[in-house]
């Protein structure tokens, strides 16, 4: 494991010595979470040959010590910093194939709760391998506007979800759809978390859309 020095700090697992990475899997954190959290799950998604990353949001938490954020939401109607987020979001997605020579044709966005968000916001606009959203949803369209072509999209979400209740991605799941989005959505019977089912059905997208 090592620190990867760029625009956003992150944590890095290459792949194995010598070898030349398959692809990349970049996974975004919660709000008030970090890149530790998603991180610790590396080693359960068995995706050999993948190199994974995991930045910290570019805002400190006002309220969780270590916590980061990628806007504010306390004030959930004007977003605030969300725009700079995803300008450097998107600079550092392009940058990174510079660092492990991965393109980002190859690499899979993931993001839970607000990193799910964030997904949906910057991947949908950049030509990556596919976009997996945990817990998450899609800002509204008068926020940025939806492209005409769209990655291959998996949307998991919880049940009992009561921090991003379910009627929240049933609606962002129909906005995708009715764009045109190929999207492969999957209610569990699960609160706002990540269980092992979802590591099987991330396992399983991944593997579907390589080559």
Do not use: C
């Not at 990867?4 to 899997?25: D, H, K, Q, T, W």
């Not at 970090?34 to 309220?63: E, I, R, T, W």
């Not at 990628?70 to 004030?75: G, V």
């Amino acid at each position: 494991m090592r620190n990867v020095a760029l625009s956003l700090n992150a944590i890095a697992f290459p792949s194995p010595p010598l070898a030349s990475p398959m692809g990349r899997l970049v996974g975004l954190h919660g709000w008030g979470s970090n890149a530790q959290d998603l991180a610790s799950l590396a080693p359960y998604l068995d995706l050999k040959g993948y190199q994974y990353v995991f930045p910290n949001g570019p805002m400190p938490h006002p309220d969780v010590p270590g916590g980061r954020m990628w806007y504010d939401l306390s004030d959930f109607a004007t977003r605030r910093g969300l725009p700079e987020s995803r300008q450097q979001l998107t600079d550092w997605l392009l940058s990174l194939e510079s660092v492990d020579g991965v393109p980002l044709n190859k690499t899979f966005l993931t993001g839970f709760s607000q990193g799910g968000a964030m997904t949906l916001d910057v991947g949908t606009h950049l030509p990556v391998a596919g976009l997996v959203v945990l817990s998450g949803y899609l800002h509204p369209l008068e926020i940025r506007p939806l492209p005409q072509t769209f990655p291959p999209i998996l949307m998991i979400h919880g049940l009992q979800d009561t921090v991003v209740q379910i009627a929240m991605a049933r609606k962002s799941h129909e906005a995708l759809l009715q764009a045109g989005a190929k999207v492969q959505y999957h209610e569990l019977e699960m609160a706002h978390e990540i269980q092992p089912e979802v590591m099987k059905l991330i396992q399983d997208f991944v593997q579907q859309q390589s080559p």
